[in-house]
């Protein structure tokens, strides 16, 4: 009986399924590609659309503490990514008892696309706004113990570590990041089933038995070097 080879005779020969394969595997790389090269923020364009920004929280990103707006200058673009989409998807700033989160989600909603937003994003990251002066009233040196629990993934000096999801704290209000532990310790923020990283951070915020802890901690923040 003659011996025929199955590559050949086959009628999809493995040689044309293997390219066929490859061809497929090679265009959703090339659409991967395509997307993350789009994600990419402009910040010529970013200048623009952060004119919405720029009443509350300044020109520069430093912030306004009388209209308890926080320093966006110096924070990893990432992050502000991420919590403009959080609160354009009512992650973040639909509890009620999130005043000043209630508060920024429309003016996030009006960044119509996730291009604006990867654009407001880059041009913030240009912004040199000042480091603000301290103005909780803690102790520091406590504040540097309960740190501790904070340093493995926020970094020693507070510069924040992408891979492990967590932000940039140095250089920012202590009054924010007082506000902030206060809302993951009450579940105003980290309790929605989306919010997967701040269903993280809420264990470690509860871990501060009291308002003078998140104080003695945010002190301690405050004296970190951007």
């Known amino acids: ?116 937003v990867e654009d407001v994003a880059a041009y913030i990251g240009t912004l040199k706004g000042k480091v603000p002066a301290p103005t909780v009233k803690g102790d520091a040196k406590a504040g540097k113990a309960a740190y501790a629990v904070c340093q493995a993934c926020h970094g020693i000096n507070g510069e924040g570590n992408k891979a492990l999801n967590a932000p940039k704290l140095a250089g920012q209000q202590d009054w924010y990041v007082v506000r902030q532990l206060q809302n993951f310790k009450q579940g105003i923020r980290g309790a929605h089933p989306k919010d997967v990283f701040g269903q993280q951070m809420r264990p470690m915020a509860m871990m501060l038995a009291n308002d003078a802890a998140v104080n003695n901690v945010a002190a301690y923040i405050a004296t970190l070097k951007e």
């Open 1 to 116: 009986m003659e011996h025929r080879d199955p590559d050949v005779f086959s009628p999809c020969p493995r040689r044309i399924m293997k390219k066929t394969v490859c061809g497929i595997l090679l265009a959703l790389l090339g659409i991967a590609v395509a997307l993350t090269a789009h994600a990419k923020g402009d910040a010529k364009r970013g200048q623009s659309a952060y004119a919405v920004c720029l009443a509350c929280h300044g020109a520069n990103g430093e912030g306004n503490p009388a209209l308890n707006a926080p320093r966006l200058s110096g924070q990893e673009d990432w992050y502000l990514v991420r919590q403009l989409q959080n609160f354009k998807a009512g992650i973040r700033g639909t509890d009620p008892k999130d005043a000043f989160g209630m508060q920024m989600r429309p003016m996030a909603m009006t960044l119509a696309t996730d291009q604006v």
